[in-house]
């Protein structure tokens, strides 16, 4: 029941994408060129999308679970740290580059395009590469704090 | 490449993206961040949680492909960059948003909306290193992109 739910609002959410265009790059490249051909498309996207999770968020806080039954799974950290903003930095430079962040590029398996299977599998390791740092972060901690 | 500037599509597939994102929240409890979805999907740190990351990313495709089907793709696909610059830019995604824990999903649709000072903070970051990136790509080195 959960994956099948799950697996419906992944395809509305692989309609919308589609639908506002950002599974185009280069529509999603000229939204970034701010000082070229602008096209400030995306952030109508966004600023719809906000106008819906926000009042959902807001409903959610004041419930102990989900509907079908799931205590709410909702980050906690507040704090800004290097990775965070690292992160941020680098997961901009690859979406400049490219004109693609992971939502549209899955959506875009659709099209069968072999650009897209090169960005995907460039993707999976990039993800597979800092799963692999991470594991080797928590297995040797770099200040020693943890030895007791 | 210049594209139009499209409006009306943008807030219908925008409604429907923060439809999706209310969805999964209220329904599963789960943050409709497509690059932590991917990530955990690959690597769960949990059991019992693979399931449903991996029907949420396999719906992606599928909704995607009967919308352009649907619309007739008005606004069509286009990749301009060379196969180098592809695998450099899905690396860089790749670890971008694991080692940054979000994209434009997760910090930028959900995080914002949850009112996150994190999540807040990543997405004018990567904003703005973007734009930087595209700047310097198009108008300083004239990659055609």
């Known amino acids: 029941m959960r994956s099948a739910v799950a697996a419906l609002w992944g395809m509305v959410f692989g309609v919308g994408l589609a639908i506002s265009g950002m599974t185009n790059p280069a529509k999603v490249l000229a939204f970034l060129d701010v000082f070229g051909s602008w096209d400030p498309t995306l952030a109508f996207v966004m600023g719809a999308g906000l106008a ?13 679970r989900a509907w079908l039954g799931d205590a709410f799974a909702l980050p906690t950290r507040q704090d800004l740290d290097a990775s965070l903003l690292g992160g941020a930095a680098l997961f901009g430079i690859g979406w400049g580059l490219v004109g693609l962040c992971p939502g549209p590029t899955l959506a875009n398996l659709a099209r069968g395009s072999t650009e897209i299977l090169l960005f995907i599998a460039a993707m999976l390791a990039g993800v597979a590469i800092d799963h692999g ?16 | 490449m210049d594209t139009p500037f499209t409006p009306i599509a943008g807030l219908v597939g925008g409604l429907l993206i923060g439809l999706a994102s209310a969805g999964l929240l209220l329904t599963n409890g789960r943050i409709a961040g497509v690059s932590g979805i991917l990530g955990r ?38 990749i301009t960059s060379r196969p180098a610059l592809l695998v450099a830019g899905g690396l860089l995604v790749g670890i971008g948003t694991q080692l940054g824990s979000g994209c434009t999903s997760g910090h930028g649709v959900c995080g914002i909306a949850r009112g996150s000072r ?12 973007a734009a930087i990136t595209v700047f310097v790509m198009r108008h300083v080195f004239g990659v055609p992109s």
């Open chain 1, 52 to 64: 819906v999770s926000g009042p959902a968020f807001a409903y959610a806080r004041r419930r102990e």
């Open chain 2, 41 to 78: 999907g690959l690597f769960p740190a949990a059991t019992g949680e693979r399931g449903w990351r991996i029907a949420f990313l396999a719906g992606l495709p599928l909704g995607a492909g009967l919308a352009i089907a649907v619309t007739g793709d008005p606004h069509g696909f286009a």
């Open chain 2, 118 to 129: 994190r999540s807040v903070t990543a997405t004018v970051t990567f904003m703005t290193v």
């Open chain 1, 133 to 148: 740092r991470a594991r080797w972060a928590r297995a040797s901690p770099s200040d020693g704090s943890s030895c007791t």
